[in-house]
Every structure is written in structure tokens, then in C-alpha cells.
């Protein structure tokens, strides 16, 4: 077995709920900007709490929470220069066993060259870095391909980028920046989160691509080389993953299919280390793309619990779906987490603090019977 490192054995994909006194307190800054000083304090002692809970738990990965988060990605990326916040026309339709909700996200529009003013989310990894006691502090923030994903050409003017693979070749350099200076703060343990890479599995969100007068056959491809560019020149130590996402909104998901469609170029063209996957449901797939993994350094986080519900999965079950995906991949490049956060908006899943709380015991407790190195 090889030696305890990132991605860790028991994991997370980072976001947590948010206590109710924080989400109150959110709601009141909105309505009094008066209240942004105590909203600012409330998030500062949720996150003591939120990574207090994860060292109790075991876990070595220990994230924020994305407590001050709204968004899991648009907190981000409007920070970026040159993207405008605008109204959606976009309503994305998310599925659960109740029946649909249609969400209108947050929209951008790339309207001047892409910069980075600042380092994005610089002041939240440092309080993190200085909370932790135990562990890893792990940053999150939005894959490359997301700023361009859902809106496509049509978000990007064409006055200011004629030519897309100028966008492309922008957003890798902001990236690359972004990346070198946490790496700066401290940051060893940097995870892109990304729904693309998962989405392109679906034949219908090929067919919304093509539609866009996008490659739906390439799209994939392209997003892997735009996040390999800004990854080329990381500092050594740096752990990078990707956690991949078929939508995760109030318990709810956009897309289904099984890995096959993207497994070849994702596993042996994305220079990243590690990769969270959701394997929670029958929406996933099953493990065969796992066979494509290369032999070596870079693991698969298998996302087996559900982050969709309270109701805690059966240990024997998860025992044996690892075996089960160990019979495609070897088990020292394996590892366990939740399938996605848990609260990847501010609203949070429907199950509760403690039913979360169960949750990543489980994982952890799993973790140290399978691996001798979790």
C-alpha cells in the first residue's frame, strides 16, 4: 500500500450544510446590508464548527464547508475580470423521485479579456489554513469549463474574442495564475469541481451542445485541454482532483449516463491526480469505464454514499461495490466519499446535520477496514 497522501481513503467532495443560524443570518444580510459584519462573524464561526466536525469525524481532506458560498461556482466565477453577472433566459430541469423543479441559475456573459484582479477565495483558504488542527485544509473551486458550459459562444462577445480558442487559451492563463498563487498561501490539496465532464455523458446534453453550435463529439476533449494547460506548470506537491457531477441541486440531478462516453480521454489525457465520481445510483453506470484507469499514481474516489438522502446506506452493501469496482481498477488506486456535496447551493440537500454527520462516519469507518493506509 502506498503512503497516506490525497486523494485520502475516507474523502469528501466539500460542500456541507449550513447551520440554520447561518442561513438565517444570510437571509438578513440580504434584506439589511447593515448585517454584513455579523454575517461575515456567523460564517467565520460556522466554519470552526464545520471543520471541528471533520476532525472529530477522522477526516483527513477538511474543507470549509463552502459555508460562505451562495453558489458552489458562481461565487467564483463572477470574481473573474472580464464576466459580467446577467439575468438567465436558461432553465435547467432537475429531476428527483418527487417529480421536477426548474432552476434559473445565474448567468455570465464574457464581455471584456479575461483577468484575474485577485486571487479568488485567498482570504476563505487562509481562515481555513488557520483553523485546521488535523488534516489537510482542501480548497474547491469550479473547473475551467464550467465559465463556459452552459451559456457557449453566445456568452463570449465575439468583439472582444473573434476567435473562441483565444477565450480558451485566456481562461486556461487566469486558471494557471489562480492556481499558482493559492499554491502561494499554502494550498497543497486543490479540487476542480466540474459537471461537464459528466453532463457530456448524457445524449441530451450532447444534443443542447450541438445546438449551442458547439463539437458535441470533441466538447469533452477541448474542456480536458483548456484545464491541462492551466495545470501545466503546477507547483510540485500540489494535489489537483476533479470532482465529476450530474447536477446537484435541493436533492435534485440533470443528467444520467455512464462514464464510457468520456472515460478514455478523462483518465489518460486529464493530468490530474485524482477523481471524485458519483456512483450512488443506477444514473451512474457501473464501474467497466474504471478499466480504463492507468496504472499508477492517480486514484478514483468512488462517490458510493448519497448526499441525495438521510437514509444511511447498508456497510455490506458499500463493502461489496467496492470489491465490485476493485474488479476493474486495482484497490490501492481506490477510495471512498460521498457521490456529491451537500449542500452545493446554500439551500443544502434534504437530510439534516446529523443524518450528514452519519454519513461521512460511515465513510470513514469503511475506509479503515478496506485500506490499512486510510
Not at 47 to 52: D, G, M, S
Not at 77 to 93: A, L, N, W
Not at 249 to 256: D, H, L, P
Request: proline content about 4%; some cysteine.
Amino acid at each position: 500500500m502506498t503512503s497516506r497522501r490525497p486523494p485520502f481513503r475516507a474523502d469528501h467532495v466539500g460542500s456541507l450544510l449550513r447551520p440554520l443560524y447561518l442561513l438565517e443570518a444570510r437571509e438578513a444580510a440580504k434584506r439589511d446590508p447593515g448585517q454584513a459584519e455579523r454575517l461575515e462573524a456567523l460564517e467565520d464561526q460556522a466554519v470552526r464548527e464545520i471543520v471541528a466536525m471533520q476532525e472529530e469525524i477522522g477526516l483527513r481532506g477538511v474543507t470549509d464547508g463552502e459555508a460562505r458560498r451562495g453558489s458552489w461556482h458562481m461565487d467564483y466565477i463572477y470574481q473573474i475580470g472580464g464576466i459580467e453577472k446577467i439575468e438567465s433566459e436558461i432553465k435547467v430541469h432537475f429531476h428527483n423521485a418527487q417529480g421536477d423543479i426548474d432552476f434559473t441559475p445565474s448567468a455570465l456573459r464574457v464581455s471584456d479579456r479575461l483577468s484575474l484582479p485577485s486571487t479568488i477565495f485567498a482570504d476563505a483558504f487562509l481562515f481555513l489554513k488557520e483553523t485546521v488542527r488535523q488534516g489537510t485544509p482542501k480548497l474547491t473551486i469550479p473547473s475551467p469549463s464550467m465559465v463556459h458550459y452552459r451559456g457557449g459562444r453566445a456568452a463570449v462577445s465575439t468583439s472582444v474574442y473573434p476567435r473562441l480558442e483565444d477565450f480558451y487559451d485566456d481562461l486556461s492563463a487566469v486558471y494557471a495564475r489562480e492556481i499558482a498563487n493559492l499554491a502561494g498561501l499554502g494550498c497543497t490539496y486543490l479540487q476542480l469541481d466540474d459537471t461537464s465532464l459528466a453532463y457530456l455523458n448524457d445524449p441530451e446534453q450532447r444534443k443542447m451542445i450541438a445546438e449551442q453550435g458547439g463539437d458535441p463529439e470533441r466538447q469533452h476533449e477541448i474542456y480536458i485541454g483548456i484545464i491541462n494547460k492551466a495545470l501545466a506548470d503546477r507547483r510540485d506537491g500540489m494535489t489537483i482532483t476533479t470532482h465529476l457531477c450530474r447536477g446537484n441541486f435541493r436533492s435534485s440531478w440533470v443528467a444520467s449516463g455512464s462514464y464510457d462516453y468520456v472515460a478514455d480521454a478523462l483518465f489518460n489525457q486529464l493530468d490530474v491526480d485524482g477523481y471524485f465520481l458519483e456512483f450512488d445510483d443506477e444514473r451512474s453506470g457501473g464501474f467497466g469505464p474504471l478499466r480504463l484507469l492507468p496504472k499508477g499514481h492517480k486514484r478514483v474516489v468512488l462517490g458510493l454514499i448519497t448526499t441525495k438522502s438521510g437514509m444511511l446506506e447498508s456497510r455490506d452493501t458499500i463493502l461489496r461495490r467496492i470489491e465490485a469496482a476493485a474488479k476493474f481498477a486495482p484497490l490501492d488506486q481506490l477510495c471512498l466519499s460521498p457521490q456529491c456535496g451537500f449542500s452545493s447551493t446554500f439551500e443544502g440537500n434534504d437530510l439534516s446535520i446529523d443524518e450528514q454527520k452519519r454519513k461521512l462516519e460511515l465513510i470513514v469507518s469503511i475506509a479503515n477496514e478496506v485500506w490499512d493506509d486510510a
